[in-house]
């Protein structure tokens, strides 16, 4: 995953207005997501600049961090024993407003979706199999910007709606069904309506001692003019360091599962070190790896005999 292209995701809200990230991946004054390079890299590998030595990305602002860091002791102190039980919503819990970024969860929910090359190029694959490493690369590739603000968005209001659109066409549209759980429903519709990506998001968000963990309930599926369709569980997110480590890190753990029901596909990219790769970003604790399955019969069926179809190799700290 070595070339690219460039996306910008413009849009409009009912109650907060769009305003840019402040991040190292980019500094612009206008309300863009996220300004991806369109150069085509060299085919070697490249490390990203804000790679931390223990997998994932740095926390490399360090005035945005002793910023952080303030407010989090402020948390504690507030929060009390709940955070030593880690039995703490965030996303239900009154924060410092010195944590938050100026944009809505609405707007940063879509900061990973800015590759729609990759994610056409899955709707324009004939072969299941093909469709679903593009499904997988796309996926991949957006996961670097899980923490290109390192702020905390302001919870939308309900009703609350954003929508927005990328260079090439594609559109998004959000709006907040519920306050308390906080959820939202998205719909993205890929240029030429070759694809459409939509679901709804339900965030949980808690902290304990050293860590903030952010894991989304709901379901997100990828539709396609054909009628093919994969559904996509994300991982959880993880802020390490928070408090006590010179350089905090943020990554993902656990792992993502794709499903294409009706061609009887499956794959587990699970995060964590490729055992026997050659390839010094495989060796890193945020590469992935996982195995597209082939099954005789009907998903739903308990413990379907597979067939394994390709193994699949990716990194996350591989600068796109």
Known sequence: MTSFLKSKLKGSSKSTPPVSNQSSFSETNDDDFHDASEEALPVQTFLHPDAHADGGLAFVDKQLLESQRAAVLQLMKEAGKKLLTGHIDLVNFSVPVKMFEPRSYLQKLADVWVYPRI???????????????????????????????????????????WQAQLSDGTVVFMEQMSHHPPVTAFHMIGAGNKYEFHGISQPEVSFKTN??????????????????????????????????????????????????????????????????????????????????????????????????????????????
């Open 211 to 320: 860590a903030i963990k952010t894991a989304a309930k709901g379901y997100r599926r990828l539709t396609f003019a054909d009628g093919g369709c994969i559904d996509i569980e994300y991982p959880v997110y993880m802020m390490r360091g928070i408090v006590y480590t010179a350089m905090p890190r943020g990554e993902c753990v656990g792992s993502a599962k794709f499903t294409d029901q009706s061609n009887r596909l499956s794959c587990v990219m699970e995060f964590g070190k490729v055992e026997g790769s050659a390839n010094p970003l495989l060796q890193r604790p945020d590469s992935l790896q996982g195995t597209i399955y082939s099954h005789d019969a009907p998903l739903q069926t308990a413990s379907p005999p597979e067939q394994q179809v390709t193994t699949v190799h990716a990194s996350t700290s591989n600068r796109m």
């Open 119 to 161: 994610v056409a190029q899955a709707a324009d694959a004939v072969d299941p199999v093909q469709r679903m490493k593009f499904a997988i690369t796309w996926f991949v590739a957006g996961l670097q910007h899980v923490y290109q603000s390192w702020r905390k968005p302001f919870n939308p209001i309900l009703g609350e709606t």
